[in-house]
T-cell receptor, first 110, second 116 residues
């Protein structure tokens, strides 16, 4: 299983862009990169998934370099409500054991 | 119209007791999971069931026994509760994407278990 490493915590301020990088040096050819967001006192929820280059949706963007050994979740102009834990997962469909780990705790300050 | 629901939301009990947490999903998914999240937010998978059949069991003590009466329900029974079992337990469900992509997991609100 590809192991992921991400910062334990980050701080930001309202209106700033936040980039959270996840390292996955032993990502396999068929693995995808998936990010989940967990608000306090709630279960995680899916936010974005990608395989290579760039993926964008209404919540975030995901940048994946050509070697795919890392990925960056980008949150544009964060607000207080973006305070959450963000988890990076790597894996493929089928016999996939979701490995969430500890995630990155993002705190957005006024 | 909650997609994945768990009961109870909070559970406070004494060491040595036996307790159960219930989970139901109305998404029509084939796969359900139990996760444990500790105080440091470390979220770890415990079990996974696909169509009522156990497919993942991640070295969880035998005191934890999942039971799936049908594919919409996955309950977690814990015997002889210990202090270290205190955590938030999340149920989740997913549907096999069939495209090579990992399934999207849909989580319940969690059950905070406190063992005294």
């Amino acid at each position: 299983l590809a192991k992921t490493t991400q910062p334990i915590s980050m701080d930001s301020y309202e209106g700033q862009e936040v980039n959270i990088t996840c390292s996955h040096n032993n990502i396999a050819t068929n693995d995808y990169i998936t990010w989940y967001q967990q608000f306090p006192s709630q279960g995680p929820r899916f936010i974005i998934q990608g395989y290579k280059t760039k993926v964008t949706n209404e919540v975030a963007s995901l940048f994946i370099p050509a070697d795919r050994k890392s990925s960056t979740l980008s949150l544009p102009r964060v607000s207080l409500s973006d305070t959450a834990v963000y988890y990076c997962l790597v894996g493929k469909g089928g016999s996939y054991i979701p490995t969430f780990g500890r995630g990155t705790s993002l705190i957005v300050h006024p | 119209d909650t997609a994945v629901s768990q009961t109870p939301k909070y559970l406070v009990t004494q060491m040595g007791n036996d307790k159960s947490i219930k989970c139901e999903q109305n998404l029509g998914h084939d796969t359900m999971y139990w996760y444990k999240q500790d105080s440091k937010k470390f979220l770890k998978i415990m079990f996974s069931y696909n169509n009522k059949e156990l497919i993942i069991n991640e070295t969880v003590p035998n005191r934890f026994s999942p039971k799936s009466p049908d594919k919409a329900h996955l309950n977690l029974h814990i015997n002889s509760l210990e202090l270290g079992d205190s955590a938030v337990y999340f149920c989740a469900s997913s549907q096999l994407a069939g495209t090579g992509r990992p399934d999207t997991q849909y989580f319940g609100p969690g059950t905070r278990l406190t063992v005294l």
